[in-house]
């Protein structure tokens, strides 16, 4: 009886509108306000409204692309309007992810709490890194950036973005800041929230000044670069996670040389842009804003500057994680020395060498002085082989 008592108790529910209550029920809600957001483009009425939110904004017209089909845009302040509706999208997916795939693979693994915070954020990095470098790289060659360098910094500045680049940029400001409320329904810890806001803040710093300074095409070229060794660091770490060592470890040494590669390339691409590129196309005019022309040498070497601190900063961390690691590692052989020693197998290894020292004196003694040698490892053997018996 009492045990049927027990199971029939259901776990009490939180209070609406309670911190657990948003928490547990977060992604219905959001998905609850995205698609009123839907339906309102049904209705003429809402239209105009829902519109804001779900298409994108700032449509231009570009002489000789009306007859072609294409779509180019600009941007403004309505952008912020789409980013939110699709920070509501990225939270939905993101809970979709969790709670489908992730949690499942939890419940199998049997990780520990801390294991358990850094799968899931492996996993979820690791689907967004993948999804945005394959379709940065299908930009890079569709648009036919890839065939010729040049192509980064000629005809800049380029305020007129395709859709498919325009939207790239709308997802990827999106999934960022998203990633801020989702530190409150992920629950970290405060051990591990700092260094996650670090990223996120950096990620959407980066982005965000690369859009408005109409420098997309340097900044897709760098994003895709970064999103595949990061793709690399975050699969090798799931592997590990999975008990797979070896081809863990082979994931985290190409990660190590392409972590610097990278970094070197970023570097110079930047230079070559900033420096060179855009240097040819500067007529000494000031800022433009209605026309989106950055192209200013205060402008420039800001940008540098900053590129140069980012990575800097970057291997400066990475350097400091090796050697700590490095440090780890000697400790814990330290460690496991020290408890081998003192284990009470060692203890009585050395009071049994201690022991058979003593009885060889003694057989030495007890032979005289004839032919010591000979006569001491007789006594020896006898010594062991009445042991034995």
Not at 33 to 57: D, H, N, R
Not at 60 to 71: H, L, P, W
Not at 215 to 239: A, G, K, N, P, Q
Request: some cysteine; aromatic content about 14%.
């Amino acid at each position: 009886m009492a045990v049927g008592a027990r199971r029939g108790k259901s776990p009490k529910s939180p209070a609406i509108l309670s911190h657990e209550f948003v928490i547990q029920n977060h992604a219905d809600i959001v998905s609850c306000v995205a698609m009123v957001l839907v339906i309102g483009l049904m209705f003429q009425a809402t239209s105009p409204v829902a519109s804001l939110f779900v298409t994108l904004q700032h449509n231009v017209t570009v002489n000789g692309t009306v007859d072609s089909g294409i779509s180019f845009y600009t941007y403004g302040l309505k952008d912020l309007f789409t980013v939110f509706f699709y920070v509501l999208i990225c939270i939905v997916i993101h809970a979709v992810i969790q709670e489908y795939i992730l949690d499942k693979l939890n419940r199998r693994m049997h990780l520990s709490k801390v294991k358990h915070s850094k799968f899931n954020e492996s996993g979820q990095l690791l689907i967004f890194y993948a999804a945005s470098a394959a379709w940065g790289l299908d930009i890079i060659i569709r648009e036919n950036y890839a065939s010729n360098v040049n192509r980064i910094w000629e005809g800049y500045p380029h305020v007129s973005l395709p859709f498919v680049v325009k939207f790239y940029y709308i997802v990827q400001l999106a999934y960022w800041v998203h990633s801020y409320p989702e530190l409150y329904f992920q629950k970290v810890k405060k051990d591990e929230l700092w260094a996650r806001i670090q990223y996120v803040t950096m990620y959407l710093a980066f982005i965000l000044v690369g859009y408005l300074l109409n420098l997309t095409r340097l900044t897709l070229f760098l994003l895709v670069l970064h999103y595949i060794v990061e793709l690399i660091f975050h699969t090798s770490r799931l592997l590990y996670f999975a008990e797979k060592l070896e081809v863990s470890n082979f994931g985290f040494m190409i990660w190590n040389i392409l972590f610097v590669v990278v970094r070197l390339f970023t570097i110079t691409l930047s230079v070559l842009t900033l420096w060179y590129g855009l240097s040819k196309t500067n007529t000494n005019a000031p800022i433009d804003f209605a026309e989106g022309n950055f192209n200013t040498h205060i402008v420039r070497i800001n940008c540098l500057v900053a590129v140069f601190l980012l990575q800097a900063w970057i291997m400066w961390n990475f350097i400091n994680f090796h050697l700590r690691r490095v440090r780890e590692k000697n400790e814990a052989a330290a460690l496991a020395i020290n408890k081998k020693l003192a284990s009470p197998g060692s203890l009585h290894r050395k009071k049994r060498t201690k022991a058979n020292v003593r009885e060889n004196d003694e057989s030495r003694s007890e032979e005289g002085s004839g032919d010591e040698p000979f006569a001491s490892e007789n006594g020896i053997v006898r010594l062991r082989s009445t042991k034995s018996r």
